[in-house]
Every structure is written in structure tokens, then in C-alpha cells.
T-cell receptor, first 115, second 111 residues
Framework: SAVISQKPSRDICQRGTSLTIQCQVDSQVTMMFWYRQQPGQSLTLIATANQGSEATYESGFVIDKFPISRPNLTFSTLTVSNMSPEDSSIYLC????????????FGPGTRLTVT | SQQGEEDPQALSIQEGENATMNCSYKTSINNLQWYRQNSGRGLVHLILIRSNEREKHSGRLRVTLDTSKKSSSLLITASRAADTASYFCATDADRDDKIIFGKGTRLHILP
């Protein structure tokens, strides 16, 4: 199993500022995923982060708004840039539990509120 | 785009009763997964059912899959207060290495 931690667990930020969320895994993994969960909604994949290459973004998400770093096989960061109240969400990172079936382990999430 | 659609959106039952949630999807799949999320925290994987399976059990969980109807159900028997959570189905939808989550069912177990 993989244990995933995220920092911060929650934050309240002012519009126009940026927040960087950290995701740490206790084992080496090739792929890490970043999701957004808006209030009362389901999870939407933002991007897939592979170590040593540029992140792959899903439709509707761009690098300028959500830059991602993946400096090694156990760590990744997601930055939410130039925030607006619409960015208020829970941000979750995940890794594969099984790369053949795509089952995933999730971190505890970062609850972001933008005022 | 959303692949899975759970129903009902919300469900309240008495402790000890059984809870049934349904998930419908649109395209062919290799497998379907169910996850639980407590109070806006991280998701926990519950069970996976492959497209060639019709039913699967894990403890108090029973999952069925009907690929002809593109639907799955999750049954939680003898519900407990700790089962209060949101439940999401997720499918691979033949996409490369990604899964897509449904909208979820909020389950509330009444004491």
C-alpha cells in the first residue's frame, strides 16, 4: 500500500494570490494524479504528473493556471495561480494502487477557500 | 466529461438497514470501481469489478455489474453509522491510464 500526505490540509487565500500544494508518497511511483473536487461535486482530473516530463493536462486545465512540478518519484506540487473564488475546492493527489486496473490511493486532500 | 452517474444523489436510512446505490455509465469499460469519501477527505478504494464479472462480494459490500445495461449497483448490508459517507463509482472507459468518477451518492445512516 502507499501512504500519501498533502500539505497544507486547508487554507484560506485571497483572490489574486497563488497557493502551492505538496503531495508526498512513501514509495516511488511513476505517475501521480491531481484532482479537483468542487463543493458537493465529483472529482475532476486536472493533470497527470510523470517524473522527468511535463505534466499532461486535461481539457479545461492549463499549465499557466495549474503549474505542476514532479522533481522526483515520491513528490509533486500543484500550484493554483491567480486564484478566484471559483477555485475554492478540495484538491487531491493520488497514485496507482494497481496500474493495470487503475485503482488508486488518494491523499487526504487540501481544502482551499478563496475569498 | 462525466462517465458515471450515481443514483440516488442522496440516501438516508436507519442503522441496520441495507443501502443500495446505482451507477450508470456510457461507454464500454474494462472494470468499474467503487470508492468511499468521508467528510470531504481523501477517497478510499472499496471494490473493483471487471467487465467479465457479474457480482462480487467484500465483507458487507456486494457489487453487481450489468454490462448490457451499462450499470452497476453497490449494496451495503447491515449499515452502520461509520458508513455515512459519499460513494463514487469510477470507470476506465477504455481510456489510457485514467479513470472517470461519477457524481456520487451521499449516504447518511440515521441512529
Amino acid at each position: 500500500s502507499a501512504v500519501i500526505s498533502q500539505k497544507p490540509s486547508r487554507d484560506i487565500c485571497q483572490r489574486g494570490t497563488s497557493l502551492t500544494i505538496q503531495c508526498q508518497v512513501d514509495s516511488q511511483v511513476t505517475m501521480m494524479f491531481w484532482y479537483r473536487q468542487q463543493p458537493g461535486q465529483s472529482l475532476t482530473l486536472i493533470a497527470t504528473a510523470n517524473q522527468g516530463s511535463e505534466a499532461t493536462y486535461e481539457s479545461g486545465f492549463v499549465i499557466d493556471k495549474f503549474p505542476i512540478s514532479r522533481p522526483n518519484l515520491t513528490f509533486s506540487t500543484l500550484t493554483v495561480s491567480n486564484m478566484s473564488p471559483e477555485d475554492s475546492s478540495i484538491y487531491l493527489c493520488s497514485v496507482y494502487r494497481d496500474s493495470f486496473t487503475y485503482e488508486q490511493y488518494f491523499g487526504p486532500g487540501t481544502r482551499l477557500t478563496v475569498t | 466529461s462525466q462517465q458515471g452517474e450515481e443514483d440516488p444523489q442522496a440516501l438516508s436510512i436507519q442503522e441496520g438497514e441495507n443501502a443500495t446505490m446505482n451507477c450508470s455509465y456510457k461507454t464500454s469499460i474494462n472494470n468499474l470501481q467503487w470508492y468511499r469519501q468521508n467528510s470531504g477527505r481523501g477517497l478510499v478504494h472499496l471494490i473493483l469489478i471487471r467487465s467479465n464479472e457479474r457480482e462480487k462480494h467484500s465483507g458487507r459490500l456486494r457489487v453487481t455489474l450489468d454490462t448490457s445495461k451499462k450499470s452497476s449497483s453497490l449494496l451495503i448490508t447491515a449499515s452502520r453509522a461509520a458508513d455515512t459517507a459519499s460513494y463514487f463509482c469510477a470507470t476506465d472507459a477504455d481510456r489510457d491510464d485514467k479513470i472517470i468518477f461519477g457524481k456520487g451518492t451521499r449516504l447518511h445512516i440515521l441512529p
